[in-house]
């Protein structure tokens, strides 16, 4: 049997002998473009539920958790919103109301925050008439926006709305909310770091000095890599540049990152998806100041795609944390889109297991939670392209099956 022969034999066998295990189920695939999940329960059921923006079809769209027993089939959702060119969008209750509206970021040629308030009566959350879309007006224009959080900055008013961009004159900053957040021409935005290309913000007290900072990993640029913006406390340097501190990664291109505690030592540490190398990089945090990090590598094994996105979980319920890892395989065949592995065995290609299998082509950020509640996590995300002409699988799950071998 010939080298490139025997490679796609122990493809197939991998994806046969692992990946038929983990069964895949769509939420949603009525469009074209799916571009990211991000969840939150905003029905008040206990379930979480997601925002989707459909980048190539200039939709925002909402699902529901259907419950337990209607999980596998496709989900109850709803048209929150006409985002053109959207590529992230977030559950937020802008206005303290207890309905959770969606702030759409688009980039491309449209270049603006697009607010979606949600209705007051959550049974009308499935009912599209009843959404309400808007520009941030000072957004519009400005960048090309690419990923949003909430986060309170000045102590003041309504939630704040920090976000970050790509591009020329892309920067990572906040819009400071006023007394009233549903007067919309009163948001004020304040740049806070210039950046390249903006893919995760995370709002975390990286100082232990009780206000919240900003994390970011930064794909372009001269910048990038992966690091936190000091968050200057109440007073003008809100408004200011806040003080960089890198963390690792640096002149890398970095992708979606994740926080958690991975060495269980009670610090949050940071792992993120890295292109330049194909590779996985753990930075360890070493003390409360949050400026003394090591760093290690995991090399990504021949059978994954491009470096994409990667989340950390207790996924095989061996009783320590687990590495998921998507890819772009969008233009390389014979490809495994998903794979996971814990950090020991990741180092060992060996230790990496197909959840995907060869199925899809360019998967996206990643949420890991018990969907079908049975116990184990399940790998939520999205399929944005499936080859020329497609739209790709888009908004789906895989279903963990773990607790089946216990």
Same mark, same amino acid.
């Given at each position: 049997m010939t080298?490139?022969g025997l490679?796609?034999?122990?493809?197939?066998v991998i994806?046969?002998?692992?990946?038929q295990?983990?069964k895949?189920h769509?939420?949603?695939?009525a469009h074209?473009?799916a571009?990211g999940?991000?969840i939150?329960d905003i029905?008040?059921?206990? &379930?979480?539920d997601?925002?989707?923006?459909w980048e190539?079809?200039?939709l925002t769209?909402?699902?529901?958790?259907?419950?337990?027993?209607?999980?596998?089939?496709?989900w109850?959702?709803t048209i @929150?919103?006409?985002?053109p060119?959207?590529?992230?969008?977030?559950?937020?209750?802008l206005?303290?109301?207890?309905?959770?509206?969606?702030?759409s970021?688009?980039e491309g040629t449209?270049k603006q925050?697009?607010?979606?308030?949600?209705p007051d009566?959550?049974e009308r959350?499935?009912?599209?008439?009843?959404?309400l879309?808007r520009?941030?007006?000072?957004s519009v224009? &400005?960048?090309?926006w690419?990923f949003?959080?909430?986060m309170?900055?000045?102590?003041a008013?309504? @939630?704040?709305?920090?976000?970050?961009?790509?591009?020329?004159?892309?920067?990572?900053g906040?819009?400071r909310?006023p007394?009233?957040?549903?007067?919309l021409d009163?948001?004020?935005?304040?740049?806070?770091?210039?950046?390249g290309?903006?893919?995760?913000l995370?709002?975390r007290d990286m100082?232990?000095?009780?206000?919240?900072?900003?994390?970011?990993?930064d794909r372009?640029g001269?910048?990038r890599g992966v690091?936190?913006?000091?968050n200057p406390?109440?007073g003008s340097?809100?408004?200011d540049?806040?003080?960089?501190?890198?963390?690792g990664?640096?002149?890398?291109?970095?992708?979606?990152?994740d926080?958690a505690?991975?060495n269980?030592?009670?610090?949050e540490?940071?792992?993120v998806?890295e292109?330049?190398?194909?590779? @996985?990089v753990?930075?360890?945090?070493?003390d409360l100041?949050?400026?003394h990090?090591?760093?290690?590598?995991?090399?990504?094994p021949?059978?994954?795609?491009?470096?994409?996105s990667?989340?950390?979980?207790?996924?095989?319920?061996?009783?320590s944390?687990?590495l998921?890892h998507?890819?772009?395989?969008l233009?390389?065949?014979?490809k495994?889109?998903?794979i996971y592995?814990?950090p020991e065995k990741g180092?060992?290609?060996?230790?990496w297991?197909s959840i995907?299998?060869?199925?899809?082509?360019?998967?996206?950020?990643?949420?890991?939670?018990?969907?079908?509640?049975d116990g184990?996590l399940d790998?939520?995300?999205c399929e944005e392209?499936?080859?020329e002409n497609?739209?790709g699988?888009?908004?789906?799950?895989?279903?963990?099956p773990a607790?089946?071998f216990?």
């Open positions: 080298r490139p490679l796609i034999f122990c493809n197939l994806h046969f002998c692992i990946a295990d983990w895949l769509i939420i949603d695939d074209s473009g571009d999940v991000r939150s029905d008040g059921d206990g &379930l979480k997601i925002a989707t923006g190539e079809t200039g769209k909402i699902y529901l958790h259907p419950g337990f027993d209607l999980v596998r089939e496709k109850p959702a @929150v919103g006409k985002t060119s959207v590529e992230d969008a977030v559950f937020i209750d206005d303290n109301n207890g309905a959770y509206d969606v702030v970021s688009t449209s925050i697009f607010i979606n308030w949600a009566d959550p959350l499935l009912d599209s008439s009843m959404w879309t520009p941030l007006p000072a224009g &400005l960048m090309q690419m949003a959080i909430p309170q900055v000045d102590g008013n309504g @939630v704040d709305i920090v976000a970050g961009a790509k591009g020329d004159h892309a920067k990572i906040w819009f909310s007394p009233d957040p549903r007067h009163e948001w004020e935005w304040y740049p806070i770091y210039s950046c290309w903006v893919m995760s995370f709002a100082d232990n000095d009780g206000d919240l900072d900003v994390v970011a990993s372009r001269e910048h690091r936190w913006l000091e406390g109440r340097g809100l408004f540049e806040w003080e960089n501190h890198d963390i990664a640096r002149d890398r291109e970095v992708l979606f990152m926080m505690d991975i269980d030592d009670g610090l540490d940071i792992i998806s292109y330049t190398n194909q590779r @996985v753990f930075m360890k945090r070493r100041t949050g400026k990090w090591t760093q290690e590598e995991i090399s990504l021949h059978y994954s795609g491009r470096a994409k990667v989340r950390i979980g207790e996924i095989d319920l061996d009783g944390p687990d998921v998507a890819s772009e395989t233009s390389i065949k014979g495994h889109g998903i592995a814990s180092i060992n290609h060996s230790g297991r995907s299998g060869l199925i899809g082509y360019k998967f996206d950020r990643i949420e890991l939670l018990d969907l079908d509640g184990d790998v939520l995300t392209n499936y080859g497609s739209k699988l888009g908004v789906i799950w895989y279903e963990n607790i089946n216990r």
